[in-house]
Protein backbone atom coordinates (compact mmCIF):
# COMPACT_ATOMS: atom_id res chain seq x y z
CA UNK A 1 0.00 0.00 0.00
CA UNK A 2 3.01 2.27 1.10
CA UNK A 3 4.47 1.70 -2.91
CA UNK A 4 1.54 2.65 -4.15
CA UNK A 5 0.72 5.83 -2.36
CA UNK A 6 4.53 6.85 -3.47
CA UNK A 7 3.95 5.83 -6.61
CA UNK A 8 0.57 7.61 -7.35
CA UNK A 9 2.51 10.94 -5.51
CA UNK A 10 5.17 10.94 -7.54
CA UNK A 11 2.85 10.68 -10.67
CA UNK A 12 0.96 13.61 -9.53
CA UNK A 13 4.09 15.29 -9.23
CA UNK A 14 5.48 14.60 -12.50
CA UNK A 15 1.51 15.47 -13.79
CA UNK A 16 1.93 19.07 -12.19
CA UNK A 17 5.55 19.53 -13.20
CA UNK A 18 4.66 18.79 -17.09
CA UNK A 19 1.53 20.85 -16.85
CA UNK A 20 3.60 24.06 -14.87
CA UNK A 21 6.24 23.48 -18.15
CA UNK A 22 3.39 23.56 -21.15
CA UNK A 23 2.08 26.45 -19.49
CA UNK A 24 5.55 28.40 -19.66
CA UNK A 25 5.38 27.28 -23.22
CA UNK A 26 2.50 29.70 -25.00
CA UNK A 27 0.96 28.85 -28.56
CA UNK A 28 0.28 30.66 -31.13
CA UNK A 29 -1.42 29.81 -34.61
CA UNK A 30 0.17 30.13 -37.60
CA UNK A 31 -0.92 29.83 -41.03
CA UNK A 32 0.70 28.57 -44.15
CA UNK A 33 -1.62 29.19 -47.17
CA UNK A 34 -5.19 27.42 -46.05
CA UNK A 35 -3.79 25.30 -43.65
CA UNK A 36 -3.21 26.50 -39.83
CA UNK A 37 -0.47 25.56 -37.58
CA UNK A 38 -0.43 25.11 -33.82
CA UNK A 39 2.77 25.83 -33.17
CA UNK A 40 4.91 26.53 -29.34
CA UNK A 41 6.73 29.48 -29.12
CA UNK A 42 10.45 29.26 -27.65
CA UNK A 43 11.62 32.80 -27.51
CA UNK A 44 13.86 32.68 -24.79
CA UNK A 45 17.31 31.33 -24.85
CA UNK A 46 16.30 28.29 -22.42
CA UNK A 47 13.45 27.89 -24.48
CA UNK A 48 15.37 27.56 -27.86
CA UNK A 49 17.52 25.09 -26.34
CA UNK A 50 15.18 22.87 -25.18
CA UNK A 51 13.08 23.06 -28.46
CA UNK A 52 11.72 19.63 -29.08
CA UNK A 53 13.90 17.80 -26.99
CA UNK A 54 12.70 14.45 -25.48
CA UNK A 55 9.38 14.38 -27.30
CA UNK A 56 7.97 11.49 -28.09
CA UNK A 57 4.99 12.75 -30.20
CA UNK A 58 3.06 16.07 -31.54
CA UNK A 59 0.04 16.42 -32.81
CA UNK A 60 -0.40 16.26 -36.31
CA UNK A 61 -0.29 20.26 -37.88
CA UNK A 62 1.73 21.15 -34.59
CA UNK A 63 5.18 21.84 -34.30
CA UNK A 64 7.29 24.56 -32.57
CA UNK A 65 8.33 28.21 -33.65
CA UNK A 66 11.66 29.47 -32.65
CA UNK A 67 11.68 33.46 -32.19
CA UNK A 68 15.39 35.28 -32.32
CA UNK A 69 16.05 38.40 -31.74
CA UNK A 70 17.97 39.67 -34.51
CA UNK A 71 17.62 38.49 -38.09
CA UNK A 72 21.01 36.31 -38.80
CA UNK A 73 21.93 33.11 -39.93
CA UNK A 74 20.33 29.99 -37.65
CA UNK A 75 21.02 26.45 -37.57
CA UNK A 76 18.95 23.61 -35.82
CA UNK A 77 20.09 20.20 -35.02
CA UNK A 78 18.53 17.05 -33.39
CA UNK A 79 20.31 16.45 -30.20
CA UNK A 80 18.11 14.65 -27.85
CA UNK A 81 15.23 14.91 -30.25
CA UNK A 82 13.52 11.07 -31.61
CA UNK A 83 11.17 13.00 -33.68
CA UNK A 84 11.86 13.16 -37.46
CA UNK A 85 11.44 17.05 -38.15
CA UNK A 86 11.15 19.51 -41.34
CA UNK A 87 12.30 22.87 -40.51
CA UNK A 88 11.46 25.93 -42.42
CA UNK A 89 13.66 29.20 -42.29
CA UNK A 90 11.79 32.27 -42.28
CA UNK A 91 12.66 35.96 -42.70
CA UNK A 92 11.31 38.84 -40.44
CA UNK A 93 8.62 39.51 -43.12
CA UNK A 94 7.55 36.21 -43.04
CA UNK A 95 8.73 34.14 -45.65
CA UNK A 96 10.10 31.19 -46.04
CA UNK A 97 13.71 31.29 -46.91
CA UNK A 98 14.39 27.38 -46.92
CA UNK A 99 13.29 24.19 -45.65
CA UNK A 100 15.68 21.21 -44.27
CA UNK A 101 14.77 17.83 -43.12
CA UNK A 102 16.61 16.77 -40.01
CA UNK A 103 16.81 13.24 -38.43
CA UNK A 104 16.43 12.20 -35.34
CA UNK A 105 19.17 11.82 -32.51
CA UNK A 106 21.67 13.63 -34.80
CA UNK A 107 24.24 16.49 -34.04
CA UNK A 108 24.15 17.57 -38.19
CA UNK A 109 24.06 21.21 -38.67
CA UNK A 110 21.06 22.40 -41.00
CA UNK A 111 21.22 26.23 -41.32
CA UNK A 112 19.40 28.49 -43.11
CA UNK A 113 20.56 30.10 -45.85
CA UNK A 114 23.65 32.54 -45.22
CA UNK A 115 22.83 35.22 -47.73
CA UNK A 116 19.50 35.93 -45.83
CA UNK A 117 19.02 36.81 -42.39
CA UNK A 118 16.11 34.92 -40.51
CA UNK A 119 13.93 35.32 -37.73
CA UNK A 120 12.26 32.67 -37.08
CA UNK A 121 12.79 28.54 -37.27
CA UNK A 122 9.34 26.03 -37.45
CA UNK A 123 10.01 22.62 -36.82
CA UNK A 124 7.39 20.44 -38.01
CA UNK A 125 6.97 16.73 -38.57
CA UNK A 126 8.97 15.00 -41.31
CA UNK A 127 7.88 16.44 -44.47
CA UNK A 128 4.67 18.29 -43.17
CA UNK A 129 5.64 21.12 -45.46
CA UNK A 130 6.50 18.86 -48.80
CA UNK A 131 3.10 17.23 -47.85
CA UNK A 132 1.16 20.70 -47.81
CA UNK A 133 2.99 22.07 -51.32
CA UNK A 134 4.75 24.82 -48.46
CA UNK A 135 7.91 25.77 -50.48
CA UNK A 136 10.56 28.65 -49.76
CA UNK A 137 9.47 31.81 -51.13
CA UNK A 138 5.51 31.15 -49.70
CA UNK A 139 5.10 33.36 -46.07
CA UNK A 140 3.93 32.10 -42.92
CA UNK A 141 1.12 33.92 -41.29
CA UNK A 142 0.27 35.62 -37.65
CA UNK A 143 3.89 35.25 -36.53
CA UNK A 144 4.67 36.88 -33.25
CA UNK A 145 6.78 39.92 -32.86
CA UNK A 146 10.42 39.38 -31.75
CA UNK A 147 11.53 40.37 -28.54
Known amino acids: MKNSLRRLSLSIALLACASIAQAQ??????????HLILAEVAA??????????YREKMEANA??????????????????????LSVAFIDASGKIVNIEDMQPHTLDSHCSTKTVPVRYA??????????????????????????
Open 25 to 34: TKGVQLSAGM
Open 44 to 53: TEAQREQGLM
Open 63 to 84: GMLFVFGNPSTQCMWMKNTPLP
Open 122 to 147: LEMHLGWFKQKNIKPGMSIGNLPAAR
